[in-house]
């Protein structure tokens, strides 16, 4: 069994990205959103100053989609992780921005068990991330419960990933929490450094933050700082449940993270985590789901708080929804609900659920569980909404179109 809780072997420190704006740049792309849902998928394709949107779709009706990407290295290939009742869970995968899809000769599933063992078998796709830049094809996918998949024929055919998937030391981690997650255990925030394709990072809930510098021959754990829930014991890397794992672009060595016990920024190469949210307002708190960073700013950060108070209702707090941002790491942070509801509007946004463009100014998107897809394209200063009654939406992403 391959070593996986040994500290990771010592990175040759690259200059690290400037931690400030880039000048800013004119729209000049088209932006498409991918809407996924309890019941199906949209497109939303947005003009260059995206202030009008065509709408694609249903596409998958009836189906689970819990995460539709686009691939960022040929501007029109679609990956969306599906589930039904009678394909169970599978990859769908379009070359034409969503007119055709094709479904995966061999979806991410588990190596078979030996005869007479009992084996895991995945019950859905949670996460799919595109792998380096000049790995053309090769994509990540994370499941429910807790493995670590990957594709090198653009999401055909899945292997299992890394030792963590059998590895009893990961399986403990993961198996702690199996009731924890309403709808499951789930491995996700699969980060790939921009720099080295053998270098990555992937989060677990529960089981904690991971890093590899190998191509995933070995992980390690990077939990220092982080809280668990009152009563458990932090040492523990099962009772860690990260929400979210955001990399900054311009600066891959700083990432910030939603935990269930708040949000936290840590500046490689140090191993411990900071506790960020505490300089959030304390009516509001620090608990969440989504984290979106800013594409050229590393100190620039939006989070959606929930309400995490007594039986943790995953709420807008008071029913006042809200973003909060940070423009300078995690110092303060200012609450922009301009455009929003003001009482009565008890959403709940997923972690996949909120994103950005890169437009200056920065387009925000989010989709509530009610099936609202709300847009700033201002940073979050003014608020308004694209869509209204679709189902639960699971994931937003967006990206642009060649």
């Not at 595109?130 to 990540?140: D, F, K, V």
């Not at 003001?342 to 659920?353: D, G, I, L, M, P």
């Not at 950005?356 to 847009?375: C, I, N």
Request: aromatic share 8%; charged share 25%.
């Amino acid at each position: 069994m391959a070593r996986t809780t040994k500290k990771p072997a010592t990175r040759t420190q690259r200059p690290t990205a400037r931690a400030t704006r880039a000048p800013r740049r004119r729209p000049s792309r088209r932006v498409v959103v991918l809407v996924a849902t309890r019941k199906g998928a949209w497109l939303f394709h947005g003009d260059a100053a995206r202030r009008t949107w065509r709408v694609d779709g249903p596409h998958f009706l009836g189906h689970i989609i819990n995460h539709v990407v686009l691939d960022p290295r040929d501007g029109r290939t679609l990956l969306a992780a599906t589930k039904t009742g009678h394909l169970g869970p599978t990859i769908f995968r379009s070359t034409d921005l969503g007119r055709t899809w094709k479904e995966a000769a061999r979806p991410p599933a588990f190596t078979k068990a030996p005869d007479g063992e009992k084996g895991r078998v995945v019950d859905h796709t949670f996460w799919l991330t595109p792998c380096h830049a000049n790995e053309p094809n090769a994509w990540y996918a994370g499941t429910s419960p807790q493995g670590l998949f990957r594709s090198n024929d653009g999401g055909v055919t899945w292997d299992p990933f890394s030792v963590i998937n059998d590895d009893p030391q990961y399986q403990t981690w993961m198996g702690s929490v199996q009731d924890g997650t309403p709808d499951g255990p789930k491995l996700h925030s699969i980060i790939v450094d921009p720099r080295d394709p053998a270098h990555l990072y992937m989060a677990m809930s529960g089981g904690g933050v991971h890093e590899s510098v190998d191509r995933g021959r070995t992980f390690a754990p990077i939990v220092k700082g982080m809280e668990v829930v009152e009563g458990f014991d932090p040492a523990t890397i099962a009772f860690h449940d990260p929400h979210c794992v955001r990399l900054c672009p311009s600066n891959p060595d700083r990432l910030y993270q939603q935990n269930h016990c708040g949000i936290y920024r840590i500046d490689r190469p140090s191993n411990e985590w900071t506790r960020i949210g505490r300089n959030m307002p304390t009516q509001v708190g620090d608990i969440g789901f989504p984290m979106v960073v800013h594409p050229r700013d590393a100190d620039t950060v939006w989070v959606f708080p929930m309400d995490g108070t007594t039986v943790w209702p995953r709420t807008s707090p008071e029913g006042k929804p809200a973003a909060y941002v940070t423009r300078n790491g995690g110092k303060s942070w200012h609450r922009l609900d301009s455009g929003l509801p003001k009482s009565q509007a008890w959403w709940t946004v997923k972690r996949q659920a909120m994103t950005a463009d890169a437009h200056d100014p920065v387009g925000l998107y989010l989709g509530t569980t009610s099936g609202e897809l709300w847009m700033s394209r201002d940073e979050g200063d003014r608020w308004g909404c694209i869509a209204r009654n679709l189902p639960e939406i699971y994931a937003v992403e967006v990206a642009e179109l060649r």
